[in-house]
């Protein structure tokens, strides 16, 4: 994960804007990649790592999460189900990319 700070925002970075963009807060954590390697798939580790990292989230009062997933040219099914159903995320629009891959950017308001 990546944490961009406010001074960063300012990057040419399409996803970056994107998110920015649709933010009426503060700040925000923008989620680049996580990968968990298949032997450990369907383990929670996946939903672990991210509960800790809302917790770390709101200890800071950052409350504001977005994700980038691969939409085109192939579809990510497998971490858009993660988001939407592991990690109660939706569908805020999607970018493309300078490299013309399409990403889908998923958002989710902590509590």
Request: hydrophobic share 30%; aromatic share 8%.
């Amino acid at each position: 994960m990546s944490n961009y700070l406010k001074k960063n925002l300012n990057r040419e970075d399409p996803l970056i804007r994107f998110a920015k963009d649709h933010s009426n807060e503060h700040g925000f954590v923008f989620g680049d990649q996580i990968e968990i390697r298949r032997q450990h798939a369907r383990s929670s580790l996946g939903t672990d790592l991210m509960n800790r990292f809302y917790a770390d989230m709101r200890n800071k009062k950052i409350s504001r999460a977005c994700v980038s997933v691969l939409h085109k040219p192939t579809r990510n099914t497998a971490s858009i189900a993660f988001c939407k159903d592991r990690l109660g995320m939706h569908d805020i629009g999607e970018v493309q990319n300078h490299d013309r891959t399409t990403w889908g950017i998923y958002h989710r308001k902590l509590e």
